[in-house]
């Protein structure tokens, strides 16, 4: 991973959080998911804008409610911007070491077959929400 792959996740990541600040203002429904708007089917990250604009506001059960990858995803997009701009300032790259890290982690059956469990739990609460 290079610096470029830093600087695009950053700008992901400040592009969602001013999305989820403009989606906090705005009364009506968006969908962008292709999956949703396709099929009319949710995908696994259907909510996640939901329930991290309900942390915002600090409805802990809301937001677990509408999607529990909103928590890692809300940390992620507070943290990985302010920690990129600080290895930025100090010429670290502790931020590629943490994402290299982790794509090594997820390459080990202990580590990768939790998580894809984790993801088709969440996929399962959102079908069960989508169907009742």
């Known amino acids: 991973m290079n610096r470029k792959w830093s600087i695009a996740i950053l700008i992901l990541s400040l592009a969602g959080l001013v999305w989820v600040q403009w989606n906090s203002h705005t009364s009506e429904g968006h969908i962008l998911c292709f999956n949703q708007w396709l099929y009319h089917f949710p995908c696994p990250t259907c909510g ?17 409610y509408e999607n529990p990858l909103g928590f890692p995803a809300f940390v992620a997009l507070l943290l990985f911007p302010i920690w990129i701009i600080v290895d930025f300032v100090r010429g670290k790259s502790t931020f590629e070491l943490f994402v290299r890290t982790v794509f090594r982690k997820l390459k080990i ?9 984790l993801i088709l739990l969440c996929w399962g609460w959102n079908i069960y929400k989508h169907l009742c």
Do not use: D, E, M, V
Request: proline share 8%; charged share 10%; aromatic share 16%.
């Open 48 to 64: 996640i804008t939901r329930s991290i604009i309900a942390l915002k506001n600090g409805l802990w059960t809301t937001a677990l």
């Open 109 to 117: 059956p202990t580590t990768y077959i939790p998580f894809f469990c």
